[in-house]
């Protein structure tokens, strides 16, 4: 565009500072008042024009403009107009003034609202196949660009400005009737002075009378699913977009985002989403719920309104006074000013969650010296995934292993099938704990019936394949939960399985986990050891050369082992339940009285033995519990327990059937 040419006789375009699928933003200098604008040209299609040419001749008809005010202000009678007249007249007004034409739409809706944290609109003329939207002009930077070149500058001060300013704009919005449908970073305005206006009312429309509108199109990543599906939206939409930037804000990355509507529609169903409060150093854990409410799939279950929803979250989140002065700072290309009234340096991650910052950025400082913060808040979300997948590759590799050796044709150190079936199972149990725990359990049942051990091999197929189907199937933390057995049992700490299953599960998980993982010890004590606390790894690792099948009638006929199987169960009952709230101490105690069950369960089993006089129990028996206590009270200490909904929602991964409730991708499970 030749910059000494007005737009529409008065503007004398600048620069260009945006474009996009609706049009052409360009900063202006209004030459009669001496201001500067912001002008977005919009180019229209064939039926756009036509439509503007209708309302642009009916605007010109001074008769039929006192029609259209009479119909939208509901007089009974029209000066110009004979009564057959009026009606049809109305209706033809009524079709074309409400027309979908691009700008005026915008500006239409636009012009209701009025409020600081909205940008104005000024001026809307059409000239010849183009609308000129003139609009406040917004010196500074969107919050995309904020997002992208200040990540790890963001503190929470910030996130409670910014959403402080876009709920207080929708609240307006909303209040007038106008749903916007496009809210994300790229319309979120700040200005040098830390203000936070939204603009591009471009999508918006006018709701009806039950609060509802449409949207032909939006923006992935910040559309909820009925937006995508073109179902009947209402302000909870807006909400949905609103809870996505902040999250995108907390977080440091929007997990919605897609390359197509299908991937998208996917990821909202089950997108791997971080808690928000493990990303900081203050921020409570109640915004997890809030946040994940706002950004259920289903917009029954979200806040009824907007200002409901902030009603919630901005107590939670930091100052929005010292976030607007941030802000200017950040804008300005100034450092942030930290608070040193109480030696407090503010409210920064720990550490950039994954995906977050921008190369080259200092690390976020902590509020407090790393060496004062709680041992269980030093470790970051990748490392304890990490260690949660070492742990599921340990125990896939080690079960396979223990299969492999015992099956003759791929047994030994040097056949590469030995090695094969051993990486290949760790690798599973790495990248989907439950499958590398199917395949374990397919590979122990192979070795089984390998050696004759017909009815242990079949049950234990049955079993692990009925549990995978209804327990296991798309989670990890039941799977984890129950290859601990055989490897803690390798030991002589057993009961340490049942009370780790317990911490990380659900309680009919539990109970079914343990289970079937009692099931694979006594599988293991029919080894060689009969002994479910301890089957002796070292001892009876070659079970080919035990007579398997009448070791396990021996064991299961035993009724100490009964005693140690309830205690198991009920221990891993106790641990599930007061784990359940995610609260430190609970999660102390459940330990501790699944450390009792247990001890209750050896003495049972000491008590009711014949063979035995005294009813203290063996050392070994006492040991193995104090161990699987000790070590479970420890876990406690250091670790919360993981995030366990009641229903499939927003915080697993999976999709559909496949999604595992008990499993926090961002968490080790054991």
């Known amino acids: 565009m030749d910059n000494k040419r007005l737009i529409l006789n008065k503007y004398l375009p600048l620069k260009e500072i945006g474009s996009g699928g609706f049009g052409t933003v360009f900063v202006c200098k209004d030459m009669l008042v001496q201001r500067l604008v912001a002008i977005k040209k919009i180019e229209l299609t064939e039926l756009d024009a036509q439509r503007a040419d209708w309302v642009r001749e009916d605007m010109n008809r001074a008769a039929q403009v006192d029609a259209l005010n009479a119909f939208e202000t509901g007089r009974s009678t029209i000066n110009l107009l004979t009564v057959g007249e009026e009606d049809d007249l109305a209706d033809s007004l009524e079709q074309r003034y409400l027309a979908n034409v691009p700008g005026l739409d915008e500006a239409r809706t636009a012009s209701a609202l009025n409020d600081p944290a909205i940008v104005s609109i000024y001026d809307c003329q059409i000239a010849g ?28 001060d910030v996130v409670s400005a910014v959403f402080e300013s876009v709920s207080r704009a929708l609240e307006v919005a909303h209040e007038n009737g106008v749903l916007h449908f496009d809210i994300k970073p790229d319309n979120v305005l700040i200005d040098a002075q830390g203000n936070v206006k939204v603009t591009d009312f471009g999508l918006a429309t006018l709701s009806d009378s039950q609060g509802e509108g449409t949207a032909a199109a939006g923006t992935i990543g910040y559309m909820p699913l009925e937006q995508m599906r073109q ?9 949905w977009a609103l809870a996505s930037i902040t999250y995108e804000m907390l977080a440091g990355q929007n997990p919605f985002m897609a390359s197509t509507l299908e991937e998208a529609l996917t990821l909202i169903d089950g997108a791997e989403l971080t808690l928000p409060s493990r990303c900081w150093e ?16 289903d917009k029954e279950d979200r806040y009824e309104t907007v200002e409901e929803f902030a009603d919630d979250l901005i107590p939670l989140l930091g100052d929005a006074d010292h976030g607007r002065r941030d802000l200017a700072a950040l ?29 080259g950025a200092k690390d976020p400082k902590p509020r407090k010296p790393k ?24 125990t896939g590799g080690f079960m396979a292993a223990l299969a492999a050796w015992n099956i003759s044709q791929i047994s030994g150190l040097q056949n590469p099938l030995f090695w094969a079936f051993v990486l290949g199972c760790a690798a599973l149990g790495a990248i989907k704990s439950h499958v590398g725990a199917l395949a374990s359990l397919i590979m122990l049942s192979a070795a089984l019936l390998a050696n004759h051990a017909y009815a242990p091999g079949i049950l234990l197929l049955l079993a692990g394949c009925a549990w995978w189907w209804f327990i296991a199937r798309g989670g990890n933390a039941a799977a984890n939960g129950l290859m601990t057995f055989p490897l803690a049992g390798a030991v002589g700490i057993a009961p340490a399985g049942a009370l780790i299953t317990g911490y990380c599960t659900t309680l009919p998980r539990a109970v079914a986990t343990t289970a079937l993982g009692a099931f694979l010890c006594v599988v293991c004590a029919s080894f060689g050891s009969l002994n479910v606390m301890n089957w002796g790894v070292f001892g009876n690792w070659h079970f080919a050369e035990a007579s398997v099948t009448s070791n396990m ?42 450390f009792a069950l247990v001890m209750a369960g050896i003495w049972f089993a000491a008590a009711f033995d014949a063979n035995v006089t005294s009813m203290i129990p063996a050392t070994p028996m006492l040991v193995s519990a104090v161990l699987s206590g000790a070590l479970m009270i420890v876990i406690s200490v250091i670790f919360l327990p993981p995030e ?4 499939f929602d927003v915080y697993s991964m999976p999709v559909g059937a496949d999604a595992d409730p008990d499993f926090d991708y961002n968490y080790p499970n054991y």
């Open 644 to 647: 366990r909904p009641q229903a």
């Open 553 to 594: 009638l021996a064991v299961i006929s035993d009724f100490g082992t009964w005693c140690l199987i309830l205690s198991w169960i009920l221990a891993s009952m106790a641990t599930s339940l007061l784990a359940k709230p995610r609260k430190y101490v609970l999660s102390v105690l459940g330990a501790i009285a699944g």
């Open 331 to 359: 804008v300005r290309g100034e450092e942030i000013e930290e608070d040193d009234e109480d030696g407090d340096e503010g409210d920064h991650a720990l550490a950039p969650a994954l995906g977050k910052g921008k190369k």
């Open 129 to 156: 196949n183009v609308v000129y939207l003139v609009m406040e002009y917004v010196e500074g930077m969107t919050l995309a660009q904020l997002l992208s070149q200040y990540n790890d500058e963001i503190t929470l």
């Open 231 to 239: 179902e009947a939206l209402d302000a909870r939409t807006d909400e």
């Open 371 to 394: 060496s004062d913060t709680p041992l269980r808040n030093r470790f970051s979300d990748l490392q304890k995934a990490f260690a949660m997948r070492g742990f599921a590759a340990l």
């Open 282 to 297: 203050n921020l409570p854990e109640e915004v997890d719920d809030v946040l994940f409410k706002a950004l259920d799939p």
